[in-house]
């Protein structure tokens, strides 16, 4: 399996609170994404990463920012966590855009 | 934006063949058609790409018409254990370079039963 970790895997959260969820590769990937999935909506691109300090919004990146000081990190930060943020959250990793992509575990984020 | 459409579930016995097929337009034209596989509780896993006609691999083949409105996901002799989740992943057609936006599908869920 490729070596990509979310922490934390589970977490429960006040809304208003701030929420830093993290991604770890060790395969030297240059592109890491942060996705959301939902029943009804499936897999929501929220923010990716083509290289250290470079990043791009995805379709739903209202309320999350992103930042990506090192290649192996890509750190998903909800700035004020919202009920509607509850979610299960997916990092994904891979060489080169839209090529075989790894997944993580996924984090389940419940805003309370 | 590209939009896809794919049936939202799919019964099956084992050892039979399943297509599953998604439709897409607008998609990007120099760019891969992806398919992926989720098992409850994981994140999806990469199960072939294709950019036209036929591609096969160990566990799949892939079929892109020449228009690429379409792709066709092909299981041979499905198993208990491809019940799952299968999404397919088109690029848009109004980006490109680093700002290229993937589309995934709403995915087909797939029951194969005994």
């Known amino acids: 399996d490729a070596g990509i970790t979310q922490s934390p895997r589970h977490k429960v959260t006040e809304t208003g609170t701030p929420v830093t969820l993290r991604c770890h590769q060790t395969?030297?990937?240059?592109?890491m994404y942060w996705y959301r999935q939902d029943p009804g909506h499936g897999l929501r691109l929220i923010h990716y990463s083509y290289g250290v300090k470079d990043t791009d919004k995805g379709e739903v990146s209202d309320g999350y920012s992103v930042s990506r000081s090192k290649t192996e990190d890509f750190l998903l930060t909800l700035e004020s966590a919202t009920s509607s943020q509850t979610s299960v959250y997916f990092c994904?990793?891979?060489?080169?855009?839209?090529?075989?992509?790894?997944f993580g575990q996924g984090t389940r984020l419940t805003v309370v | 934006l590209a939009k896809t459409t794919q049936p939202i579930s799919m019964d099956s016995y084992e050892g039979q063949e399943v297509n599953i097929t998604c439709s897409h337009n607008?998609?990007?034209?120099?760019?891969?058609i992806t398919w992926y596989q989720q098992f409850p509780s994981q994140g999806p896993r990469f199960i072939i790409q294709g950019y036209k006609t036929k591609v096969t691999n160990e566990v799949a083949s892939l079929f892109i018409p020449a228009d690429r409105k379409s792709s066709t996901l092909s299981l041979p002799r499905v198993s208990l254990s491809d019940t799952a989740v299968y999404y397919c992943?088109?690029?848009?057609?109004?980006?490109?370079?680093?700002?290229?936006?993937?589309?995934w599908g709403l995915g087909t869920s797939l029951a194969v039963n005994p």
């Open positions: 607008n998609i990007a034209t120099n760019d891969y």
């Open positions: 992943l088109v690029g848009d057609a109004n980006n490109a370079g680093n700002n290229r936006k993937l589309i």
């Open positions: 395969e030297n990937h240059r592109y």
């Open positions: 994904a990793i891979s060489g080169f855009m839209n090529t075989e992509a790894f």
